[in-house]
């Protein structure tokens, strides 16, 4: 081939492969075993000669290897990813390189993850399954293992963006939810939806749902049964929900958290989940992944997943195919497929700009 690609780790499906291939590339998968590869092993793999890389969530994009693949003829990197918080954009505009993350193809899985972890949360069904299996059912009680009725309830969503605004929809309309989010940006989809279900449902002799847009990240936090955080991380975003805030939620609330880690103060999260043992979590993401704060593996009131929100077959091999669809498109000299440099599409299309 005629240009060098290197992908970090092995990724799903042959599309992504074949794309390349095809346009001229020779492809280089690492598959060292390591699960986290450190700044020197990409040095290494990015070698003396590299047109772009495919990397991943967990290596650190900085000015270290952005200044290797300019030095090695690089144009190119994509996040296998939505999020680039581990990506230095302005480090890697600097030598000239290009950066993509691969939205959209993420979006209802990560939502559908959201939701999984909001509903597990509300029955307890992970306290449940191990009580099962420690062999401690004796027989159907009036009190056992009671949870939270959603219907009726108010979902809480902080940042309504594209994974933000799926989650609400199916919170609303498969649950019959009220809903109250907070954004910098007016979701106006996602309001007419509520609105034009509300209606329906009053149609039908139903409880109508309601729809509110929060003046702050308070309001939600204080009012919502159920919230879940869809923000970007960056240093706005950076603990968002401390321990002044967690003491604003109500005290038997769910918290579920599928965006980036430090969005939460993990600390304060494992002390308030010691102090209110009504209050539940569901978490896929983690302050300094892989590992837990100390305490929070113990609580019976949280449930923890390893970073899978986006794990569904077809979206990780879209992801992959976005990736190197993003790669292929700046060798070629076309603008990159998906640059985060620019404004997002989805907020364009459907949102007002803060007045
Ligand atoms: C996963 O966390 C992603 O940002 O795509
Ligand atoms: C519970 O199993 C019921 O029948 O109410």
Request: glycine share 8%; charged share 20%; aromatic share 8%.
């Amino acid at each position: 081939g005629k240009y060098r690609v290197v992908s970090t780790k092995p990724m799903p499906g042959t599309r992504w492969i074949n794309l390349l291939v095809d346009q001229g590339c020779r492809v280089e998968i690492c598959h060292l075993k390591k699960t986290i590869l450190s700044v020197e092993d990409i040095i290494e793999l990015i070698g003396n000669k590299c047109d772009g890389v495919i990397g991943q969530l967990t290596e650190d994009w900085g000015e270290t290897l952005f200044s290797a693949l300019s030095k090695a003829g690089g144009k190119v990197f994509s996040n296998m990813a939505v999020g680039y918080n581990n990506v230095d954009v302005e480090a890697a505009n600097k030598y000239g390189i290009a950066v993509g993350n691969t939205p959209g193809v993420l979006t209802e899985t990560t939502a559908e993850l959201a939701a999984s972890l909001s509903l597990a949360a509300a029955r307890r069904i992970v306290e449940a399954d191990g009580f099962m299996r420690a062999g401690l059912y004796e027989g159907w009680l009036p009190h056992l293992f009671v949870g939270n009725l959603l219907k009726g309830q108010t979902v809480g969503v902080i940042g309504a963006g594209r994974i933000g605004s799926a989650y609400a929809r199916m919170m609303v309309e498969g649950f019959k939810m009220n809903l109250i989010y907070f954004d910098l940006y007016q979701s106006t989809r996602l309001e007419k939806f509520v609105t034009a279900y509300g209606q329906f449902l009053k149609a039908n002799g139903e409880q109508p749902v309601t729809w509110k847009r929060a003046s702050s990240m308070e309001e939600v936090l204080r009012e919502a049964d159920l919230i879940s955080l869809h923000p970007v991380l960056d240093k706005t975003t950076y603990h968002l929900v401390n321990k002044e805030r967690l003491a604003m939620m109500k005290k038997e609330a769910i918290l579920v958290n599928c965006s980036r880690g430090p969005v939460i103060d993990e600390v304060a999260l494992v002390n308030h989940l010691r102090e209110n043992p009504m209050f539940r979590v569901g978490l896929d993401v983690f302050e300094e992944e892989p590992f837990m704060k100390p305490g929070l593996a113990d609580m019976k009131n949280a449930i923890v997943v390893p970073h899978i929100a986006s794990a569904s077959k077809w979206t990780r091999e879209g992801m992959a195919t976005l990736a190197a669809l993003n790669v292929l498109g700046r060798i070629k000299g076309y603008p990159i497929w998906s640059d985060p440099n620019r404004v997002d599409p989805f907020l364009n299309e459907n949102a007002s700009p803060p007045n």
